[in-house]
């Protein structure tokens, strides 16, 4: 069965800094993966997925994420945190396989310090 | 497209009592997704439908749990004699055909169980 882990559940950065979210995956087959952001009593936003074409994969907000399949990992990055990046940051994982769902990691907040 | 829209956004009820929720998806998706949240937990999968069928139910969804798709448009799920535990955010996706679809999110019904 497929399933994803988050490494952190908290991870915070200065304003500026590097932002570095860690996902895991585990998938008997090639897999989707997405990255959605969620910020306080809303619903998930989107920010980047692999479909297996181009390994590393650009999102909005200047997020991007690389997929490494040795490694089975898609990390998060943004070069330069700001303060709006602030949020709930879920790593998921989808097969296109039975009933297409999609399964989140449990999440890690970011937090951006002035 | 008007995005994925829940109602209530909030509920509060008595335990014991029975409550419903609504989901109206983008209306050209045909595959349409539940979800439950928890405090500082990923989205956990209950329920899918592609149109009008449900293909796959979770171990989550105990019996008191029934979701519907009447014509492959809104979805309803329902919880009777609700409990503490089911307090939860629950969050509905839909996402058209095809193969490494991203599923978009409705900002979710927040239930309170008191």
């Known amino acids: 069965a497929q399933s994803v882990t988050q490494l952190g559940s908290h991870v915070s950065v200065s304003e500026g800094a590097l932002v570095l979210l860690r996902c895991n995956y585990s998938?008997?087959?090639?897999?989707?993966l997405f990255w959605y952001v969620q910020y306080p009593n809303q619903g998930l936003q989107l920010l980047l997925k692999?479909?297996?074409?181009?390994?590393l994969v650009k999102g909005i907000n200047g997020f991007e994420a690389e997929f490494k399949k040795s490694e089975t990992s898609f990390h998060l990055t943004k070069p330069s945190a700001h303060m709006s990046d602030a949020a709930e940051y879920f790593c998921?994982?989808?097969?296109?396989?039975?009933?297409?769902?999609?399964?989140f990691g449990a999440g890690t907040r970011l937090f951006v310090k002035a | 497209d008007t995005g994925v829209s829940q109602d209530p956004r909030h509920k509060i009820t008595k335990r014991g009592q029975n409550v419903t929720f609504r989901c109206d998806p983008i209306?050209?998706?045909?595959?349409l997704y539940w979800y439950r949240q928890t405090l500082g937990q990923g989205p956990e999968f209950l329920t899918y439908?592609?149109?009008?069928?449900?293909?796959?139910k979770s171990r989550l969804l105990s019996d008191r749990f029934s979701a519907e798709r009447p014509k492959g448009s809104f979805s309803t799920l329902e919880i009777q004699r609700t409990e503490q535990g089911d307090s939860a955010m629950y969050l509905c996706?839909?996402?058209?055909?095809?193969?490494?679809?991203?599923?978009?999110f409705g900002q979710g019904t927040r239930l309170t169980v008191v």
């Open positions: 996706a839909s996402s058209p055909s095809g193969t490494g679809t991203e599923a978009f």
């Open positions: 998938s008997s087959v090639p897999p989707y």
């Open positions: 692999y479909t297996s074409a181009a390994t």
């Open positions: 998921a994982v989808s097969l296109n396989t039975g009933g297409f769902k999609t399964i």
């Open positions: 209306s050209e998706h045909n595959r």
């Open positions: 439908f592609q149109n009008e069928a449900q293909l796959e």
